[in-house]
């Protein structure tokens, strides 16, 4: 799982500011802005909205422009009454809706969490309307879940949507921000000093000896008054951005290839495939490429594809030696390849699916299955912040609704290993 301390910033503001960074990055004006008749903001927690947006927020009160604030939780009306007032002191004509979802587990929430969104853009929607939602890649489990399914609903309807980070400047460096999708909002010195009286209305979570659990420290605030407010062009899929961030971080964002874990899983996955070879595999989520080097030697040909581009270059980089292993950048289950596989391998990948999602990944597995195919599953029992669904669920639901037989099943402290056919 990956962490980060909010009250510790990984990277010196100073640096985040160097001039260099930004001399490339395209500006959002004023006249931009007033190019839109209503902005529509999704935020995960009260605060998201002023922390990510709040001078943008500023310029559009000042434009005449209709603000649409929706929350998807909030578990104490304390934490309400002080968004009322920062948005206030924001000066936009802002309309609020509160979804009432649990704060840290919209992740289990998704079919409530997704009704709401619909809803809330099909009320507000129109050809001048912006929506802002939270990045999916800023390591938030709730900012994380929301981003994606502001994301999807925006692509299906083709609703103009700009993504806004509010934690990756306390657990990122320069090197976790996709530049090549982001642009600056030009604040005026009036729209920050809104913005600073906007979120000094957030008591309950500002960070002070009389408030030690408050998770917005004192220079943290200092970086949202000053900093940039940058917007991100979604990607193609909003889920990628977190994969991607992850393997920008780090070429083994999981210790994989050190540690015995992890080496082990995949040497006992290999050993439990009922034949010795396969004519034509099909690996999900390859990550770095570990697990499709194993494989390479248990299948005629092997495709292999994640939704990061990192990923996919680091994979390719590892079974470049093997000339039967094809890696592609793909987003599954939105995409799916062409023809037929007998062997599927899904390790470590479902759980980072919605319930739905994963539904329509089991059904296309089975579609593409070749008669007496099989199906591996390989995935932690443990719990993780950005997991959508636990290992044993996904476990239980390809169980139930593909209708396979389990031909072999290996429970280790740690993970639940299966193979289906």
């Not at 100073?14 to 209503?38: I, K, M, N, Y």
């Not at 809330?120 to 001048?128: M, V």
């Not at 220079?219 to 899929?237: C, M, N």
């Amino acid at each position: 799982m990956v962490t980060f301390d909010p009250l510790v910033a990984a990277t010196p503001a100073a640096v985040w500011e160097d001039p260099l960074l930004w001399a490339s990055v395209p500006s959002r004006t004023r006249e931009w802005l007033a190019g839109f008749t209503r902005i529509v903001v999704f935020s995960a927690h009260p605060d998201d909205e002023t922390l990510g947006v709040g001078g943008l927020l500023v310029l559009a009160g000042e434009l005449g422009i209709d603000v649409s604030v929706i929350v998807a939780t909030s578990e104490r009306d304390e934490r309400l009454v002080e968004l009322t007032a920062a948005l206030s002191r924001l000066g936009s004509t802002t309309d609020l809706t509160v979804l009432g979802l649990t704060d840290g587990a919209l992740k289990n929430e998704a079919g409530l969490l997704r009704d709401g969104v619909d809803l809330a853009l099909a009320s507000r929607r129109g050809d001048t309307t912006l929506v802002l939602a939270p990045w999916p890649g800023d390591r938030h489990g709730d900012h994380r879940t929301l981003g994606r399914e502001v994301a999807a609903a925006c692509a299906v309807h083709g609703d103009r949507l700009l993504l806004y980070p509010i934690w990756l400047w306390q657990w990122g460096s320069p090197e976790d921000l996709p530049w090549g999708r982001a642009s600056e909002v030009e604040l005026t010195a009036s729209a920050r000093e809104r913005k600073r009286a906007a979120l000094s209305a957030f008591t309950s979570q500002l960070h002070t000896a009389a408030n030690p659990d408050g998770v917005l420290t004192r220079e943290f605030v200092e970086r949202a008054v000053h900093g940039r407010e940058v917007l991100f062009e979604p990607e193609e899929s909003a889920i990628g951005d977190h994969f991607e961030a992850l393997h920008r971080v780090s070429a083994d964002p999981w210790a994989v290839r050190t540690r015995w874990y992890e080496r082990r899983k995949r040497e006992l996955t290999c050993a439990v495939l009922p034949k010795e070879r396969y004519a034509r595999g099909f690996e999900i989520g390859c990550s770095n490429g570990e697990m499709s080097a194993l494989l390479a030697a248990r299948c005629e040909t092997l495709l292999s594809v994640d939704g990061a581009p990192t990923a996919v270059a680091l994979a390719t980089e590892r079974t470049r030696a093997a000339a039967n292993v094809t890696v592609k950048r793909m987003h599954v289950p939105e995409e799916w390849p062409d023809g037929s596989f007998d062997l599927v391998v899904v390790s470590e990948v479902a759980y980072y699916l919605a319930p739905d999602q994963w539904a329509v990944a089991i059904d296309r597995i089975l579609g593409s299955l070749a008669d007496g195919g099989q199906v591996v599953l390989c995935h932690w029992t443990g719990h993780a912040d950005d997991f959508a669904q636990s290992g044993w669920d996904a476990h239980a639901a390809f169980a139930n609704r593909s209708g396979l037989r389990v031909l072999v099943q290996h429970h280790d402290e740690d993970f639940l290993l299966e193979v289906f056919g």
